[in-house]
């Protein structure tokens, strides 16, 4: 069983919806929680970090962490063609920890 | 300001050759990871250096080695090269600060096949 599990989709809205990507993970003493996003041929690049439990919202994305259940997610309102890319949830143990656990990414694809 | 920049951008090779890649963080950041990332998986950790010093390693078998030179720029150097190493390397680097995220800004990455 990997550490991190995330459905790889590939998932295809039209423009204008609500996308919610998930993963679930084992390892309980992860403590920090990230989304990254990954354009083709480039590298990933961060676009929410959050701390334990709890919800954080930058614009139109929401991070939500669930200890208990082990799960996160990353909510995209008024989803736009531009948000076509893969994105992958991330954890580490400690804060400014280096090693990074990835699930294995979703492919998002935002139809006009 | 330059991102994390690596080279090559894609390259070639054997198996049972030998491969250099190399980083150069962002100014004034000190420590640099590399990741390999499988064609339709996540990036999976294999080193950390910070001032020149291996302070993490991941799963990955010793025909992996990598340095950080006085500069903070990096190699990684894959020995006898297996049809299964083909995969996108990405640099990372970050600042280590006493607090805050200490967030990991990734590079484009190496495309590496092997044939």
């Known amino acids: 069983q990997k550490e991190v599990e995330q459905d790889p989709g590939p998932l295809s809205v039209p423009e204008g919806a609500i996308v919610s990507l998930n993963c679930t993970y084992s390892?309980?003493?992860?403590?920090?929680f990230m989304w990254y996003r990954q354009y083709s041929r480039k590298g990933p690049e961060l676009l929410m970090y959050?701390?334990?439990?709890g919800n954080k919202e930058d614009g139109r994305f929401t991070a939500q962490v669930d200890k208990s259940s082990k799960y996160i997610s990353l909510f995209i309102r008024d989803s736009q063609p531009s948000d076509s890319a893969t994105y992958l949830c991330?954890?580490?143990?400690?804060?400014?920890?280096?090693?990074?656990?990835f699930g294995q990414g979703t492919r998002l694809t935002i139809n006009p | 300001d330059a991102g994390v920049t690596q080279s090559p951008t894609h390259l070639i090779k054997t198996r049972g050759q030998h491969v250099t890649l190399r980083c150069s963080p962002i100014?004034?950041?000190?420590?640099v990871s590399w990741y390999q990332q499988v064609l339709g998986q996540g990036p999976q950790f294999i080193f950390q250096?910070?001032?020149?010093?291996?302070?993490g390693r991941g799963n990955f078998p010793d025909r992996f080695s990598a340095r950080q030179f006085p500069n903070y720029s990096s190699e990684l150097n894959v020995n006898a090269l297996l049809l299964g190493d083909s995969a996108l390397y990405l640099c990372?680097?970050?600042?280590?600060?006493?607090?805050?995220?200490?967030?990991?800004?990734f590079g484009a990455g190496s495309r590496l096949t092997v044939l």
């Open positions: 100014s004034g950041h000190k420590s």
């Open positions: 990372a680097s970050s600042l280590i600060t006493n607090s805050g995220a200490n967030v990991l800004t």
């Open positions: 959050t701390y334990s439990s």
């Open positions: 390892n309980s003493a992860f403590q920090y």
């Open positions: 991330a954890m580490s143990l400690l804060q400014g920890a280096q090693k990074l656990v």
């Open positions: 250096y910070y001032e020149k010093e291996e302070r």
